[in-house]
């Protein structure tokens, strides 16, 4: 129950595209959903987070869309770049727990 | 966001040694700090909480006494791998909290300590 099912494991998109990664968890006392980008070699980066009480939200090109009747919630990532080009993690978390991670997705963008 | 600083960020160790990662909250106070361990293209493994002022709590499976953890203070926690064997080589990753107010609070990472045992 304290899964975080993560998806797809792996994604390329071409500059411009808008890859979407998926998130998927079984524990209704979850109320905290962080995205984490992580480069090779360094620590996973806070991108953006959610709480169950809105359905979406919007930092810059990076949105998150959450629906708590389907407990899933996912990151699209608008006008991606090469930039972009990292692990993506999504995770889980209610007060006092540690976060629960879901198993990363490798985003490869194109030029 | 707020700063967490993890060193060193690359260590080589012959084995047998111990080597010390230290972590650090630069500009807020961490009741809580967490290890994790991660494989190449896997998730976060947590290793072990560590809470100020008392003992550190280690997941199934993880040897306390190899991997030994001491949170001395609300800004630092210290990562030990003792008698480090190649199996050991691994990115070591930690992550501060600031104390929990009501809902969940936003969990920050230091950048990763590539270890790798010779």
């Known amino acids: 129950q304290q899964q975080v099912k993560q998806s797809p494991q792996s994604l390329i998109v071409q500059k411009g595209g808008i890859p979407i990664i998926n998130c998927a968890y079984e524990?209704?006392?979850?109320?905290?959903f962080p995205w984490y980008q992580q480069f090779p070699g360094k620590g996973p980066a806070l991108l953006i987070a959610i709480r169950p009480d809105v359905s979406e939200k919007k930092e810059g090109r990076f949105t998150i869309s959450f629906n708590k009747s389907a407990k899933q919630f996912s990151l699209h990532i608008m006008d991606s770049q090469p930039g972009d080009s990292a692990t993506y993690f999504c995770?889980?978390?209610?007060?006092?727990?540690?976060?629960?991670f879901g198993e990363g997705t490798q985003l490869t963008v194109n030029p | 966001g707020a700063v967490v600083s993890q060193h060193p960020s690359r260590v080589i160790c012959k084995s047998g040694t111990s080597v010390k990662i230290e972590c650090r909250s630069l500009d807020f106070q961490a009741t809580t700090m967490f290890w994790y361990r991660q494989f190449p293209k896997k998730s976060l493994m947590l290793m072990a909480t560590s809470n100020e002022g008392s003992k550190a709590t280690y997941e199934q499976g993880v040897e306390k006494d190899k991997f030994l953890i001491n949170h001395a203070s609300l800004t630092l926690s210290t990562l030990t791998v003792t008698s480090a064997h190649p199996e050991d080589s691994s990115f070591y990753i930690c992550?501060?909290?600031?104390?929990?107010?009501?809902?969940?609070?936003?969990?920050?990472f230091g950048q990763g300590t590539r270890l790798t045992v010779v």
């Open positions: 995770a889980a978390s209610y007060p006092g727990s540690r976060l629960t």
């Open positions: 524990n209704t006392a979850f109320d905290y």
């Open positions: 992550s501060a909290r600031s104390p929990t107010q009501g809902a969940a609070t936003e969990a920050f």
